[in-house]
C-alpha cells in the first residue's frame, strides 16, 4: 500500500479566504493542498462575475472575476497542490493527531493541520423545475450574468424577485433591447432605491406571473419563447427572448461539520465559533473567511484576507511550535528574492505579481 502522504495543511474551500491561505502557507514555507467542491476556484465571487468590486485595499475597482484571476494566480505561487470537483464530506483526526479529510469521491487526504475557509457552503442556484430546462443551460439558460456583452441588444426575461433580479434588470435595461421581470408574487422583494429606479425604467415588470414553459427555437438548441401564467387572469402570456436569467436564489449544502466526528462548536447555524486568531474549538483545525464567527469579525474580501493569513499563521505555530507566530513582510521574505530577479531582469511585473 503506498504510504500516506501527509500535508502540512489542507484548506478546504477555494473562495477569497482559501486561496489567499494558500498562497500565505507558501510564503511560511508549509506544505499545503487546497480542495474546492466546484470545476473552478473564486467562491461566491463566481456568483457576481461582472459585478464591480471597489472595496478592496489598493485595488482598483475591478469586476470580481478579474480579482478572482488575480487571487488564483497568486495562489498558485508557491505550486501548492489543488484539488477541484471535490466535494470533501467530513473531517476526522487519528490519534497521532493526523487529520483525515474525507471526500465525496472516497479519496482521502492527509495533513497536520486544517484551514476551514468554505463560506456558507456549497452555493448552487435554484434550478427552474421545468422538464428539460438543463439542457437550455449551454445556450440562453443562465443562473448568473459571466458576461454583459452577450447581453447586448437582446431581448431578455429575467425571473425572480428579490435584489438579484432587481439589480440585473436595471443594469442591463441600458444594453438590452428590452427586459422582461416576471416575478410570482405582486410585491417585489429588493432594495427601495432599486425597485423605484426600476420602475422609472423600460423594464415591463410582469407581477402575478410566473414560467410554465420554455419554448425551444427549431434548432432544439435555444429558448426562443417563454410562456408565463398569469396568476390573477388564468391565462398565458407568450414573450419572445433571446436569453433567459433565473434570479430564484441559492441553495446551500453545509453537511461537512454536521458529518464531522470531531466536535467543531458552531456560533450560528451557518458560522463556526472561533476567535481572532482563527482558533476553533477542535485544537489544529483552523476556519477562515464567512464560516468564521468572533467579536470584531469583518464579513467581507477584506476580512477574509486578514482571516486567511492570522489562520495559517496560527496553523504554522500548531505545527512548529518553535516558530514565529508570523511571517516575514513580502518585501524581506527570502521566498520572494528569486522571483523580484527575474521581475527586476525581465521588467515583466505581471508575469508573477498582480499590477
Ligand atoms: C452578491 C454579493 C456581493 C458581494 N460583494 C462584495 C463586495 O463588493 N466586497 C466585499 O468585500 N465582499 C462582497 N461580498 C462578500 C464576499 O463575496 C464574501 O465575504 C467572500 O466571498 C467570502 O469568502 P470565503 O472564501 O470565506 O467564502 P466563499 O467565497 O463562499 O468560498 C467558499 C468556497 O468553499 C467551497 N466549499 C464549501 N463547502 C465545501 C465542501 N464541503 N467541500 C469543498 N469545497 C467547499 C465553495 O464551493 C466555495 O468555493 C459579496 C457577496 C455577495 C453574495
Known sequence: MKPKEIFDVSIIGGGPAGLFSTFYSGCREMKVKLIEYHSVLGGKLNVYPEKMVWDVGG????????????????????????????????????????????TQTGEEHYSKAIILAVGGGILEPTRLEIDGAERFEVTNLHYTVKSLAQFKGKRILISGGGNSAIDWANELESIADKVYLTYRKDLLKGHEAEISKLQKSSVECLLNTKIERLVAAPDHETIQQVILSDQNQDEFIRIDVDEVIINHGFERERELVENSPIPIEMASPRTVAGNSKGETSVAGLFAAGDILEHDGKLRLIAGAFTDGATAVNQAKLFIEPGASNRGIVSTHNDRFKEKNKEIFKTAKLDKLIVK
Open 59 to 102: 485595488m482598483d475597482p475591478a469586476p470580481a472575476h478579474q480579482l478572482v484571476d488575480r487571487l488564483v494566480r497568486q495562489a498558485n505561487i508557491f505550486q501548492p497542490k489543488i484539488v477541484l470537483n471535490t466535494k470533501v464530506t467530513s473531517i476526522s483526526k487519528d490519534e497521532e493527531g493526523i487529520f483525515t479529510v474525507n
